[in-house]
């Protein structure tokens, strides 16, 4: 999944004083053909690729984490490596309603990201295009990280060349409720970086900046919960919109079988303003509008430590060429479905 993908990690810590200890961490993912890549001309993962050469495609063992860290009770954490950046799965990763394998707020990442909107380009308009919401990731960074204090805890991070962030977060329960929150600012002015194509977005060769915040919110006595994401993105480059996207999630999360808890739940979402860059020609997108709806359910399995899932989702999108000529779309539907088991 693009979601969740399958990973194993190694961690080791030890204890320098009562208040002090240092430790290190290692997580590696194993990527196979990721369903955010998949589409009708390749099934393994690399929408790049034609049918005939797919097979070749995104396979391998990549690094999410590889970092060292002293870490004070009193006084917080300092990490340096390869680790994630302060602001890293705010947008994405506030759900206490049971949904987090089945669906998350980086949507780009869902099932069927790489289907069409649109072929009459030479490249065709993918829902990738539209809906470029990303996340903050991971990079090689020096991050530091307060103690709780009342529920909050505070990061700032800095790293590659160069990009910072920082975030505030928050959890606590009180009568009947539980409540997980936080805000998470991102600046990246690394144009040259990593990825550097002409996609406009969190993979772009643009120097840009965004405010993210998400939150969760759920009745424990019904399992009655809601969840819902912001983010909004500048763009150096002045010849390039805002982006701005939202989404809300909502339904029960209780214990209906002796299996485990069980999560159902309906999502809506929408983006507006992400374009796609293609050195002027007729792949150009501009004024861009998407919006997905859609329903699933996740099942817990106790003994197995185990999720299991299903969920449909409907998207759709508006866009116009450099010439402010609409592109015809067409919307696309989604089935999807999949298990994670924790050991």
């Known amino acids: 999944s693009g979601f969740s993908s399958s990973r194993f990690r190694f961690v080791g810590d030890a204890k320098i004083s009562a208040d002090w200890s240092?430790?290190?961490i290692m997580e590696i993912e194993v990527v196979s053909a990721q369903v955010n890549k998949t589409d009708d001309r390749c099934d393994d993962?690399?929408?790049?690729?034609?049918?005939a050469d797919c097979k070749s495609s995104a396979s391998g063992i990549k690094v999410r984490h590889s970092?060292?860290?002293l870490?004070?009770?009193?006084?917080g954490r300092i990490t340096v490596g390869q680790t994630s950046f302060s602001a890293d799965d705010i947008t994405s990763g506030y759900?206490?309603?049971?949904?987090a394998t089945a669906t998350q707020g980086n949507i780009d990442a869902a099932p069927?990201?790489?289907?069409?909107?649109?072929?009459?380009?030479?490249?065709?308009i993918k829902a990738i295009d539209v809906f470029q919401v990303g996340d903050v990731d991971r990079g090689n960074v020096i991050r530091y990280d307060t103690p709780v204090f009342a529920g909050f805890t505070a990061s700032v991070s800095w790293g590659e060349d160069d990009m910072w962030s920082a975030a505030l977060r928050y959890a606590g329960e009180f009568g009947g409720f539980k409540f997980a929150a936080a805000v998470g600012y991102f600046e990246d002015n690394d144009a040259n970086g990593q990825n550097g194509d002409k996609t406009k977005g969190q993979w772009s060769g643009y120097d840009y900046d965004e405010i993210r915040a998400g939150a969760s919110l759920l009745h424990v006595p019904t399992g009655l919960f809601v969840d819902g994401g912001y983010m909004h993105r500048e763009f150096d480059n002045n010849s390039f919109g805002d982006v701005d996207y939202w989404y809300v999630r909502g339904g029960i999360y209780q214990k209906f079988v002796a299996l485990g808890k069980t999560s159902l739940?309906?999502?809506y979402g929408h983006i507006e303003g992400a374009e796609r860059d293609s050195a002027g020609t007729t792949d150009?997108?501009?004024d861009s509008e998407g919006t997905y709806y859609g329903i699933g359910v996740q099942q817990e399995i106790d003994a197995a430590a185990m999720e299991i899932y299903l969920g449909w989702r409907h998207f759709d999108a508006d866009a116009d060429d450099v010439n402010g000529r609409a592109f015809r779309t067409e919307d696309i539907e989604t089935v999807y479905t999949g298990a994670r088991i924790k050991f």
């Open 71 to 75: 870490n004070s009770k009193t006084l």
């Open 67 to 69: 970092a060292w860290y």
């Open 95 to 99: 759900s206490l309603g049971g949904t």
């Open 45 to 51: 993962g690399n929408s790049k690729l034609g049918e």
């Open 112 to 124: 069927g990201m790489s289907l069409l909107f649109n072929r009459t380009t030479p490249n065709g």
């Open 22 to 24: 240092a430790g290190y």
């Open 284 to 286: 150009d997108m501009t």
């Open 265 to 267: 739940f309906g999502e």
